[in-house]
């Protein structure tokens, strides 16, 4: 017995352009928030490793392309740097032209379906500088790049997604102290909030006004948010976390409209956000029906039971507290919990409340500290925890095929281990394991298996309890 998945559905993996391709100051690149923020705190990156020290893709993209190409992959997803493509906001680099007209076409001369991210946690730091997203003065630049984009590389690109997890792109600046500006206000995440989806809608209509050539959409991260109880209070707790963290970006870009939970939420305690009836209309007007989900770890919340403290800073946090499910399973290394069901609950949310949308698991996966440990004596890691992992999940995720869903693909993050925004080197996720020093890439059992998968286009039942 088998699980085999439909016809045609898209198998591969993924990497973001600030953490494979190096040459971070060569070639006229500017600088991004991730360069600013090493320079001012360099003793805040795992093992000191800044964004300078990635892989090297700039020069050596065609090497992993035919891995990818050995691994079976009919699809890719990758991204573009707005500070490499147009460093003063106006003018294009032509040689961030070549490089990525050459990237592209490496994976699309081995016949993947290829996925290039717009926008992915890289601010330039000329634009962050006024404020990045907080400010309506940014959209008309990050429309004029994404426009560009389009123009320039229409003929390799299958599908666009304007965003990566947006959500993650305003915590990590403006409420988590993760990334330049490195700041914790409200205020100026709720306006962050609001004007990406702005932005988000002006993206699209210059796509669609344009007639460009492949499809355009946005990847959004969804840990399903589980309430402690049923009781009242744990069930608004979960409902207001879901708005702040997860309906404020899936109502705008899916609906047409702004989260009124959210938007409460943001004015009562203390955003101010000047909301134009244009921008309303824009967003209603340009509403996609193409998603990419990035999906690893549920969150478990409660409600609040001691009082907030009034000078504490407000947070998307502030309206809840974690609850730590009695048996859950958790991946250490990564602190994070292992519940695959949660892989069908959000696509079956999406198909729910969101209409069924053209779905993509754009990234899900493993992260491992030190992963040489499980090297075997031919010199390969062993890594059947992250097989394991992924086979738990996409078992769940034929369960929504079964029952409706819209999925049509699985990228699993990540290809070849890379540099993350949240701890570098630390937790890696890839099927091929990257070597800093020696500049290598190996296989991982991990790539063997899902190799096979592919080829089957599914994968062999075993026993879950509940399936």
Not at 29 to 42: F, G, I, M, N
Not at 55 to 61: A, F, K, M, P, V
Not at 280 to 295: A, M, S, T, V
Not at 387 to 406: C, F, T
Request: aromatic share 14%; hydrophobic share 35%; with cysteine.
């Amino acid at each position: 017995m088998r699980y085999e998945f439909p016809q045609d559905f898209k198998w591969g993996s993924a990497v973001w352009a600030q953490g494979t391709e190096g040459a971070f100051d060569r070639d006229g690149k500017a600088p991004t928030v991730w360069d600013e923020y090493y320079r001012l705190a360099p003793e805040r990156f795992y093992d000191g490793v800044g964004p300078g020290e990635t892989l090297n893709w700039y020069e050596d993209y065609e090497r992993y392309a035919a891995l990818a190409e050995e691994m079976g992959h009919n699809s890719f997803r990758t991204s573009i740097l707005w500070a490499r493509l147009l460093p003063d906001g106006v003018h294009v680099n032509e040689k961030a032209v070549k490089f990525y007209r050459g990237m592209f076409k490496a994976f699309k001369d081995r016949n993947m379906e290829l996925s290039v991210v717009l926008y992915w946690f890289d601010m330039p730091l000329l634009f962050e500088k006024e404020g990045g997203f907080t400010n309506r003065k940014v959209i008309e630049p990050f429309v004029r790049y994404c426009r560009k984009c389009f123009e320039l590389f229409q003929d390799l690109v299958d599908i666009w997604y304007v965003y990566n997890e947006p959500i993650v792109d305003v915590m990590i600046k403006y409420q988590n102290d993760m990334c330049y500006p490195n700041l914790c206000d409200w205020n100026l995440a709720s306006n962050a909030v609001y004007y990406m989806a702005v932005a988000h809608g002006k993206v699209v209509e210059q796509f669609r006004k344009g007639a460009f050539k492949g499809r355009i959409g946005s990847v959004l991260n969804h840990g399903c948010i589980y309430p402690r109880s049923q009781n009242a209070g744990d069930v608004k707790a979960a409902g207001d976390l879901a708005a702040v963290t997860q309906y404020c970006f899936e109502d705008p870009l899916l609906l047409g409209k702004i989260n009124s939970t959210w938007l409460q939420l943001a004015r009562d305690n203390g955003a101010h956000i000047d909301i134009l009836d244009e921008d309303l209309k824009c967003i209603e007007e340009n509403r996609i029906c193409l998603l990419g989900l990035n999906i690893y770890s549920p969150t478990r919340v409660k409600c609040r039971e001691y009082l907030r403290n009034p000078d504490a800073p407000v947070t998307m946090d502030s309206f809840s507290e974690p609850y730590v499910m009695h048996g859950r399973q958790m991946n250490n290394d990564r602190g994070w919990e292992i519940y695959p069901k949660c892989m069908y609950d959000a696509l079956m949310l999406m198909k729910d409340r969101y209409g069924n949308p053209e779905m993509r698991i754009t990234e899900n996966g493993m992260g491992i500290q030190n992963e040489s440990r499980f090297r075997d004596d031919k010199g390969q890691i062993q890594d059947d925890y992250r097989i394991d992992y992924v086979k738990r999940h996409l078992i769940y995720a034929h369960k929504a095929i079964e029952d409706g869903a819209n999925l049509v693909g699985y990228n699993m993050w990540s290809f070849v281990d890379l540099w993350s925004p949240s701890n570098q080197f630390k937790n890696c996720y890839g099927f091929y394991e990257y070597n800093l020093k020696t500049k290598e890439a190996r296989r991982k059992k991990s790539a063997d298996w899902f190799e096979q998968v592919t080829k089957e286009n599914g994968l062999s039942r075993f026993t879950i309890a509940g399936i």
